[in-house]
Nanobody
Framework: QVQLVESGGGLVQPGGSLRLSCTAP????????MSWYRQYPGKERELVAD????????VYADSVKGRATIYRNNAKNTLYLQLNNLKVEDTAVYLC?????????WGKGTLVTVSS
């Protein structure tokens, strides 16, 4: 059973920054396209950013363009999401996803709360 583990969430003031991390103990991520999603209470998950297996292709949702950077370190088997200039509306649970052998693997998420 592949389980992704997110970390790095927390409480931050508007305008602040956070870096989220995602790793997969026992599963090699370097062949997986990966994504960050976020989920608001009672809502469907929405895509935040995608990245290709080698890190060369990235896609961002319009809501975070210019404020978010997705990147990965395959040597550390870790995916990252740098979030800058955070807004109250960025408050959500952030989840990572890995696509491996046609199967989506998900983490349980890390909560980001943006509040003054």
């Amino acid at each position: 059973q592949v389980q992704l583990v997110e970390s790095g969430g927390g409480l931050v003031q508007p305008g602040g920054s956070l870096r989220l991390s995602c790793t997969a103990p026992g599963f090699n991520l370097d062949r997986s396209a990966m994504s960050w999603y976020r989920q608001y209470p009672g809502k469907e998950r929405e895509l935040v950013a995608d990245i290709g297996p080698a890190g060369g292709v990235t896609v961002y949702a319009d809501s975070v363009k210019g404020r978010a950077t997705i990147y990965r370190n395959n040597a550390k088997n870790t995916l990252y999401l740098q979030l800058n200039n955070l807004k109250v509306e960025d408050t959500a649970v952030y989840l990572c996803k890995a696509l491996g052998d046609g199967v989506d693997y998900w983490g349980k998420g890390t909560l980001v709360t943006v509040s003054s």
